[in-house]
């Protein structure tokens, strides 16, 4: 695997691989890999010849008092793991490569709908900053595919939305969530846990199936079933930030009429952010 770390190497290698009549696949991430990367990175292997993956911790996509300076960079370890899971190129450009003319004069991408409420509505300008370094990350590279974590459901329905309205010709393709075996989804955040934390935290993803399993059993009385949510994870210590239930395929408010169903979560513990989701049909 080659890493480069400029746009030029990465169109150089990137039309190299085309010119050989490769299909090419992208799974951009922000580093720090977990199984749930690898697996993006194996299923971009089987869609595809030629795997480009990325490291670039954003610092667009992150609030003022959020995490950019803590986010852990592991490249070393990060690299070893893509080379293992079959990715041919690392694209691992710093802020001034990804920046260069700064930036508060950069062009942004707003994608509308979609990116308000959840995590857009107390991540105040989180999915421009994401919709605007995919856009980006997406020119430069310009795969046929490529392939995000369902564990962020609302930044994959913002790509999808993305990738719609603005006519780019990439499949967009969500691999489901890898979770520890206690449940709890696999993020390059849990490592901000303590060992009492972690113990704590698989009650995010017990809270959304005890809930999906009382839809499941005929209850369609949302606001209560969510204000029981939050009191299960208040006693369990975490602090909830959202936990709602949604139309899958438009993140609309669920209706009684809804089929197709997500539930979303987002809550502290202690200073950690965490977030889950689980989809089910009716
Ligand atoms: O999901 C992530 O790791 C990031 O939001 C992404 C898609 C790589 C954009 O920075």
Request: aromatic content about 6%.
């Amino acid at each position: 695997m080659n890493t480069v770390k400029t746009v030029l190497e990465l169109r150089a290698a990137v039309a190299r691989a085309r010119s050989e009549g490769k299909r090419i696949a992208f799974v951009p991430t922000m580093g720090n890999l977990h199984a749930g990367h690898v697996a993006l990175v194996e299923k971009a292997r089987q869609r595809a010849d030629f795997v480009v993956a990325s490291i670039f911790v954003n610092p667009l996509q992150f609030g003022p008092s959020e995490d950019l300076a803590s986010y852990p960079r592991t490249l070393a370890a990060d690299q070893d793991k893509l080379v293992a899971a079959g990715c041919h190129l690392l694209f691992h450009p710093d802020v001034e490569e990804m920046y260069p003319h700064g930036m508060d004069s950069q062009t942004r991408v707003s994608v509308r709908g979609v990116s308000e409420g959840l995590c857009g509505g107390s991540r105040p300008g989180h999915f421009d900053g994401v919709a605007t370094v995919v856009s980006k990350l997406f020119n430069m590279v310009q795969p046929d595919l490529a392939i995000f974590g369902e564990k962020d459901f609302q930044q994959l329905a913002v790509i999808r939305t993305l990738v719609r309205d603005l006519n780019m010709p990439i499949q967009i393709i969500g691999e489901p969530t890898v979770r520890a075996e206690d449940g709890l989804a696999l993020s390059s955040r849990n490592g901000y846990l303590d060992a009492e934390q972690r113990a704590t935290a698989p009650v995010l993803y017990r809270t959304l199936t005890q809930m999906a399993d009382a839809i499941r059993g005929g209850e369609r009385d949302f606001e209560r079933l969510t204000e029981q949510g939050k009191a299960m994870l208040q006693r369990a210590g975490l602090r909830p930030d959202y936990l709602e239930v949604r139309d899958s395929h438009d993140l609309r408010s669920a209706t009684e009429e809804s089929r197709q169903l997500v539930i979303l979560a987002a809550a502290f513990l202690g200073k950690t952010r965490l977030i889950d989701n689980l989809t089910f049909e009716l």
